[in-house]
C-alpha cells in the first residue's frame, strides 16, 4: 500500500474488502445449511425411524422378560 495513501482511502479499501469477504461467508453458510437439509437431515431420520423399531423390539422383549403375558401349563413364574 502506498505510504502516503489517506486514511479515508484505506478506510474504504478496508471496508470494500470486508463487504467481500461476509458476502463470502454468507454464501457458504447459506450452502452449508442447504447441504444438511438436503443430504444429513433425510438420513438422520431415516436412521432415527430404524434405531426406534430395533428399540422397541428390545424394549418389548425385556418387558415380556420382566412380566410374561402368558405362562406355559404347569409352570409358574
Partial sequence: MNAYASPHN???NFGRRLEEV???VEFEVRHAVAYVDAEIVPQVRREA???A???SGHLDRLAEKLHPQSQ???KQG
Fill in 10 to 12: 484505506q478506510q474504504d
Fill in 22 to 24: 461476509m458476502s463470502s
Fill in 49 to 51: 425411524g430404524i434405531l
Fill in 53 to 55: 423399531r430395533v428399540l
Fill in 72 to 74: 406355559p401349563e404347569g
